[in-house]
């Protein structure tokens, strides 16, 4: 299978149990979408753009998404806060794309 379809097959299956017990309650996913939460790099970029779209069919499933900008990378040096910004901003944009909904979380 390639990378990440079994994730999303796994994620339909919840989602799709969660929503038939509890049909009214709002649905998210956080951190699962976009990928880009760990090792964030210009290299690794062009392998989470393959990745993203695979969420598709995830995103018409929820409610909304949390992309997670996580702040591990933040070492105090300048080269550290360029590269959270960078992993941020694709964090955001690259949700935008899958969703109309989603709520941003900054971890420590």
């Known amino acids: 299978m390639e990378n990440g379809k079994s994730i999303v ?4 299956k919840v989602i799709r149990s969660f929503r038939r017990v ?4 709002l649905i998210g996913l956080y951190s ?3 990928q880009n939460t760990y090792g ?6 062009a392998v989470y753009d393959q990745l993203n779209p695979q969420y598709a069919p995830v995103a018409a499933e ?3 998404y949390s992309p ?4 591990f990378h933040v070492d105090g040096t300048p080269a550290g806060e360029e590269l959270w910004a960078h992993s941020a901003a ?19």
């Open 32 to 34: 699962e979408v976009p």
């Open 40 to 45: 964030f790099s210009a290299t690794t970029r």
């Open 22 to 25: 509890n049909p009214s309650v």
């Open 90 to 108: 694709y964090a955001v944009r690259a949700c935008r794309l899958l969703v109309d909904r989603f709520i941003k979380y900054v971890t420590y």
């Open 68 to 71: 997670a900008l996580y702040n």
């Open 9 to 12: 097959q796994n994620l339909l």
């Open 62 to 64: 929820v409610d909304y």
